[in-house]
């Protein structure tokens, strides 16, 4: 039997943020059709934080990548939440390294949590790399 997991991200990447690592993100998303030509078919297999229209997590999947105000500057907001099935769980290292070298602010970076459990476990984000915090 198989297990699923709430994935969500939730951070700032700083607006220098490089257009191919941007390209990227929107493909994963689901806001770009074509995988850019720089990502590797094998370590970017398909759209790993697209939002699916037939999920079981209530109040559906999100996918939102973009340019938003932090007052004084700009940065662009990454907010997904997606339901992962336990044998692409492995695939969560490849968005991690994505967003790691690139993450704004330093801690807080989301969560994933099997359904049935009420306690997640924590993704951090500092010094261009990140963490899993489990309860």
């Avoid at 079981?56 to 996918?63: H, N, Q």
């Amino acid at each position: 039997m198989s297990l699923y997991y709430e994935v969500v991200f939730a951070c700032f990447l700083r607006d220098a943020t490089p257009e191919p690592v941007l390209a990227a993100l929107r493909w994963h998303t689901g806001a770009s059709a074509d995988r850019p030509p720089h990502l590797d078919a094998n370590e970017h297999p398909y759209p790993l934080l697209a939002a699916s229209p037939d999920s079981c997590l209530p109040g559906g999947e999100f996918a939102f990548l973009q340019r938003q105000s932090r007052g004084s500057w700009d940065a662009w907001g990454l907010f997904t939440r997606n339901l992962w099935l336990d044998d692409d769980i492995g695939e969560l290292v490849t968005v991690l390294n994505l967003l790691a070298p690139h993450v704004e602010d330093p801690g807080y970076g989301g969560y994933m949590r099997e359904e049935g459990d009420a306690k997640p476990s924590i993704f951090t984000f500092r010094d261009g790399a990140y963490g899993l915090e489990a309860d």
